[in-house]
């Protein structure tokens, strides 16, 4: 095997602890030939993109929080001089955006480049990895490789239609080499997408989490390498990434089919996979930590100690006006959140507070704040159980199956159900729903996306909407990428 260089790559200093385990530290770059001598070697490389994955520039904020939440219609700007005013306008080819997408496609290319390193490391190193942790390592990094893609695909990419799914969109990069890859059509990247899922789904088989769940606690061993199952792209993960790519393209027949079974085996009665969040952690009463992420119901999500970091920067009313995300300017009104939830008994609702910094106070959003020995504390969300039932509710063919399956939604975060009449109404109720349930988390303006929609939220007025161009829900290749093409 050629010695290759895997960048970005952190050192697991100790297995003893969640923290310890998952909060690794930087070290020098290592050489592919010596780091996947060992098992702890392939162990380290696949921390290391999970970790790397956590960057301000990808899910550490730009993808989840900050920039495609912006992009949403989700929070109020005034004028033009706010940070993100030219994300919510859609100017692409204004500095802020264009370097922040310039760094979303750059760093994530890198992740998947360090990728199809480890995979090629799984497959030439043969013996090394033992199971269940080659099915594990394998499985987990071609789960990755799909799902780095099917973002790229969801900002860059055009709205999926019969017109427009051969247009090429990305590259699929499945070799650590450099070069330009050619660019395919979204039908084509899908289809790369689903079978890297499919053979991730079938090695996976081997993981603990179908038989012992998350384990989010540490091993009585003291080696936690198959705890903490929600911190990795597990079993039941991939399958809700399968019926969000099934979603997206349009095959609802088979996103009905994923979701549902996927569903029935995690919500099964007496072995219940991931739970609805209790009351007493949804509301931080009776002795429990306050759990505002839902942390039971995550099925996936990057682990990170320096999530507080993101709430200081875009979210805290510490933060100058200029740079902070509110559902206002300078005050504490509630009308754009009453307008959102409708129910202040709503646990989501219950995330925002009045805070005051100086002589301001400010309406909050608590979601990614820091508090103490919460089960969700370092977690940023990436695929939840709500999303599982939202697919499974706009996909069935039938009106009170899907009904029911939207309002397992609305009961797991203490608010009514809601009856619409038919399937015209249930859309737009689980549209108000999927808004009121993903905020922080960057799935927004991929729904929007999806579903062409010509109106979103307006951010210059606290209520209403305002007219979506769909050429606005496409991003341009950066710029690094389209003059890299020319000069081939």
């Known amino acids: 095997m050629n010695s290759k260089i895997i960048g970005c790559l952190f050192l697991v200093l100790s297995l003893t602890s969640c923290k310890k385990w998952l909060d690794v530290k930087p070290t020098d770059r290592l050489a592919g030939d010596e780091l996947f001598k060992s098992r702890e070697g392939f162990l ?22 900050a920039d495609l939440d912006v992009m949403a219609g989700y929070y109020y700007m005034e004028g033009t001089t706010h940070l993100y005013n030219q994300h919510a306008n859609f100017e692409y080819t204004a500095d802020r955006p264009r370097d922040g997408f310039e760094a979303i496609w750059n760093k994530t290319y890198k992740n998947i480049a360090n990728v199809n390193q480890l995979l090629k490391a799984c497959d030439e190193q043969e013996g090394i990895l033992q199971e269940p942790y080659f099915g594990l390592v394998k499985g987990e990094a071609l789960a990755l490789r799909a799902m780095l893609h099917f973002d790229m695909l969801r ?48 090695l996976l088989e081997v ?45 609802n027949a088979n996103a009905y089919t994923t979701s549902t079974e996927l569903l029935a085996q995690v919500q099964a009665t007496g072995k219940v996979i991931f739970p609805n969040v209790s009351v007493n952690a949804a509301t931080g009463t009776n002795g429990a930590a306050l759990d505002r992420i839902f942390a039971s119901e995550v099925m996936f999500s990057l682990y990170t100690i320096t999530r507080p970091d993101m709430f200081n920067s875009i979210f805290a009313p510490t933060q100058e006006e200029l740079r902070r995300l509110s559902f206002n300017k300078r005050n504490d009104v509630r009308t754009r959140l009453v307008d959102l939830y409708g129910n202040v008994e709503d646990y989501r ?15 909050t959003h608590m979601k990614y704040s820091d508090v103490a020995n919460s089960p969700g504390l370092y977690m940023i969300p990436l695929i939840r159980l709500s999303e599982v039932r939202l697919i499974a509710a706009e996909t069935s063919p039938d009106l009170a199956e899907g009904t029911a399956y939207f309002n397992a939604v609305r009961t797991s975060r203490n608010t009514l159900s809601q009856f619409p009449a038919d399937a015209t109404g249930l859309k737009t109720a689980i549209t108000a729903e999927f808004r009121r349930e993903f ?13 062409a929609m010509p109106n979103i939220a307006n951010h210059t007025a606290l209520t209403g909407t305002k007219n979506m161009p769909l050429a606005n829900y496409v991003v341009p290749l950066p710029l690094s990428e389209t003059s890299l093409r020319q000069n081939q």
């Open 44 to 65: 380290m490389a696949l921390n290391g993109i999970y970790v790397d994955m956590t960057a301000e520039d990808v899910y550490g904020k730009r993808m989840t929080a």
């Open 207 to 251: 993981d603990p989490v179908i038989t012992e769940g998350v384990r989010h606690t540490a091993s009585p061993t003291g080696v936690n390498d198959l705890y903490y199952r929600q911190y990795r792209l597990n079993h039941f993960a991939v399958r809700a990434l399968m019926a969000r790519a099934y979603l997206w393209k349009g095959d």
């Open 349 to 363: 609702y219950k995330a925002w507070l009045s805070l005051s910094a100086e002589d301001v106070t400010v309406l």
């Open 439 to 451: 905020i922080g988390e960057g799935q927004m303006f991929f729904y929007y996306k999806r579903n």
């Open 155 to 202: 900002i860059f990419g055009p709205i999926w239609t019969e017109a427009d799914k051969a247009t090429p969109a990305i590259p699929y990069k499945t070799s650590a080499t450099v070069g330009v890859s050619p660019l395919l059509g979204s039908e084509a990247v899908m289809e790369k997408v689903l079978a890297d899922l499919t053979e991730a789904r079938r």
